[in-house]
């Protein structure tokens, strides 16, 4: 059961999750498996420790739900089986794009129309019949914009969530993001639109600021003031809260600066006033 606040586990990180103590504000870690599908050795050995002491939640990369390739049966495969080998009830991957007779190595965007909510929609029933379970799309951050749109990022999410009749996994750091980089929607107007009942998952992260209107969704910073505002109007308009976790890729900081940034989660989970979301 995944609960409160979390950090993304990196193999730079293994000895610090190992040498967590009792009052760590981290509650589980989250992990790609397309990293560990076929990892071995000791880094696997070290990643099983750190799994057997605290609930693990899976995020894809590379389902490419929005794509127009065959599903890759071989990856759904390999994450319904990590799914059981490690007790993990959930999984989520991103609203986008990402393979075209071979993996593009990004996240691309979809364009926000109709027809692409029933084609993703459709992809993501296929993938929970085969996991038999719901999963969680995520908000992706994006630097083009389809001039095709017929709504909005927030009101795109939600029909496709609907259609599949999924979660949603909503990424704070992105809604800012592109808000900032786009002009189109901002951030309070995505959280009035975004579906609240479906919300079953967070992430917060860090962002390098290239130019006024030009940020860069890195995951290799602090997170920034403006973002944690964000956080915190998310969770006002939450009806619970949900497991949150924080999204550090490189340039690890102290673990120390991790583990309190996490616990700025957890105060703000607390402050909320409200029930928790176990997932």
């Known amino acids: 059961m ?40 000791f880094a696997r050995k070290q990643f099983d420790r750190v799994a057997e002491k605290l609930p693990l ?24 089986q990590m799914m059981a080998q490690y ?9 986008s794009y990402c393979h ?3 993996h593009l190595y990004d996240l691309l965007p979809l364009p926000f129309t109709a027809e692409m909510v029933k084609h993703t929609a ?8 085969f996991l038999g379970c719901r999963i969680a799309v995520e908000n992706t951050s994006y ?41 189109l929607l901002l951030p309070e107007d995505f959280l009035a639109t975004v579906n609240v009942n479906r919300v079953n998952y967070i992430h917060i992260a860090g962002h390098d600021v290239e130019a006024p209107d030009l940020l860069i969704d890195t995951h290799g910073a602090a997170v920034l003031p403006t973002v944690w505002d964000l956080l915190e109007q998310v969770y006002r308009r939450l009806p619970v809260i949900p497991p949150t976790l924080l999204e550090r890729d490189f340039n690890f900081p102290p673990f120390a600066e ?17 029930e928790f979301l176990n997932v």
């Open 2 to 41: 995944i609960q409160y606040a979390g950090l993304g586990y990196r193999r730079d990180l293994a000895e610090d999750f190992l040498s967590l103590s009792e009052s760590s504000p981290i509650r589980f870690i989250e992990a790609a498996p397309e990293n560990w599908l076929k990892m071995g050795g």
């Open 258 to 274: 991790l583990e309190a940034e996490v616990a700025k989660i957890a105060d703000y989970q607390q402050r909320s006033g409200k």
């Open 57 to 80: 939640a899976l995020h894809g990369l590379s389902l490419s739900l929005g794509g127009q390739a065959p599903l890759d049966k071989e990856l759904l495969g390999g994450i319904k």
């Open 143 to 183: 630097y083009l914009h389809s001039p095709l749109a017929e709504m909005n990022e927030a009101e795109f999410l939600n029909a496709v969530a609907d259609e599949a009749d999924c979660h949603i996994h909503l990424d704070v750091n992105n809604i800012y993001v592109n808000a900032v980089n786009h002009n």
């Open 87 to 95: 007790r993990c009830s959930f999984f989520s991957d991103h609203l």
């Open 122 to 129: 459709q992809r993501i029933r296929e993938v929970q019949d």
């Open 100 to 102: 075209d007779g071979g």
